[in-house]
């Protein structure tokens, strides 16, 4: 007969996809967008949109051209939020990338990008994490939602620690500072973040195998609830967390790791819903997997 700790702990994993699944599709931010504040369109011309007074922005693509924004700061650490609603419908070969990248030929950069695909199938949710130039550390999932029946928010939080992906709360995946081991991790360039929706029908749906079906165009992703608020900014070589005054220079989450309900959260993401994983691609590196994949 088990023990009540038995049945305590089993209830416990009972219950967290049904915390996952209840979580509001629209958390809100601390603050509101003010996007022409924050951000910039850098291109696409009228195919990208600041809307309804300063709080909604979106991105279009059609044949001729996508379009994309960029950050107005720089930021070395934060905590950053952003809700997105996705391309509906027939999707396939469309691409809504959102990321942090610095500059130059050795840069850091952590992705988020959504795959689209075809009316009923769900789209992919590709991550990447690029450190001084090196990347190929991807993992791909589906989600537990339709990305594009509502507003969903996605989140980064990076630190000196750790890097975390997390979806309306739930965490889905963690990147872990190993420097001691030899894997170099994002923590000198400042990045910005930047958005676009482009057409990426060579690769993006099912391998290539799916083209973008251009009568369905435009193809629109919609973006609100920006916050940077927990997040070190940096200007003219200085961040903003070493100032005294600075709310992030004493704040809990430049030290934030995950905790034992997180950690659950995220092996229930990874098992139920990742599609791939580079450390579980022994094909792809014949001569060994990475060095995080053996100590993360």
């Known amino acids: 007969m088990p023990s009540s700790t038995t049945c305590s702990n089993y209830l416990l994993l009972l219950f967290i996809p049904l915390l996952i699944c209840i979580l509001p599709s629209s958390s809100s931010s601390s603050s509101s967008s003010n996007f022409n504040q924050h951000f910039q369109i850098t291109w696409g011309d009228a195919r990208a949109k600041i809307l309804n007074n300063d709080q909604l922005l979106t991105l279009s693509l059609d044949k001729a051209s996508g379009s994309g924004f960029q950050s107005k700061n720089q ?24 990321y942090l990248s610095s500059k130059g030929g050795a840069w850091d950069e952590i992705d988020f990008e959504f795959l689209g695909n075809l009316s009923g199938q769900p789209y992919t949710l590709h991550t990447n994490v690029f450190s001084q130039g090196k990347g190929n550390r991807e993992q791909q999932f589906h989600l537990w939602f339709d990305p594009t029946a509502d507003f969903h928010t996605y989140s980064i939080l990076w630190n000196p620690q750790l890097i975390v992906f997390s979806v309306d709360g739930t965490p889905i995946r963690e990147f872990k500072n190993l420097e001691s081991i030899g894997v170099a991790f994002p923590k000198k360039q400042a990045m910005r973040i930047y958005s676009s929706l482009w057409n990426g029908d060579d690769w993006a749906t099912r391998g290539g195998l799916i083209k973008t079906d251009w009568s369905k165009a435009p193809f629109t992703a919609s973006y609100r609830n920006f916050n940077a608020d927990n997040a070190c900014i940096w200007n003219s070589g200085k961040s903003s967390c070493t100032s005294s005054k600075s709310p992030a220079s004493s704040a809990s989450w430049l030290s934030q790791e995950l905790d034992s309900t997180g950690q659950q959260r995220l092996r229930w993401v990874q098992k139920n819903y990742m599609i791939y994983n580079y450390c579980s691609d022994k094909k792809r590196f014949p001569q060994g997997l990475p060095l995080e994949c053996t100590h993360s």
């Open 75 to 98: 930021y070395l650490f934060g905590k950053i939020d952003m809700q997105l609603k996705l391309v509906s419908g027939n999707s396939a070969g469309t691409v809504t990338a959102y």
